[in-house]
């Protein structure tokens, strides 16, 4: 797939979780977290929509043409309008990695495949 800044419109969902989990609040409250993979740089067709970016910015995708997000509020389900709560990451294991740093505790992690 080649390197792209706008969001593919074509296909009903370009985000897609990754890696989801729980940590605990105050001992008592499951808080979600979710990383989300998406097909394009957020930040930058945001920037190029308000005509904000830089002369020689350019989509920061990795070879494969994905970011990952980190996502810590709950209430959002892959096909839905979409945002995050951090900087894209090209690698998915720094994206985990940033997701548990976010948090006072530990995140349990479900699989997927």
């Known amino acids: 797939m080649g390197r792209t800044a706008r969001p593919c419109h074509d296909s009903v969902v370009s985000a897609r979780v990754v ?22 740089d ?12 830089e002369h020689d910015e350019h989509p920061q995708l990795n070879d494969d043409g994905r970011l990952y997000y980190v996502r810590y509020r709950p209430g959002w ?18 994206a985990v990695a940033a997701a548990e740093a976010g948090v006072p505790g530990v995140v349990t992690w479900d699989e997927h495949a």
């Open 19 to 40: 890696a989801s989990g729980l940590w605990t609040y105050d001992g008592i409250i499951l808080i979600s977290v979710r990383v989300v993979e998406l097909d394009y």
């Open 42 to 53: 957020f930040w930058y067709v945001l920037a190029e929509a308000g005509d904000e970016q």
């Open 77 to 94: 389900s892959e096909g839905q309008d979409f945002w995050h709560d951090s900087v894209g990451f090209q690698r998915l294991e720094d």
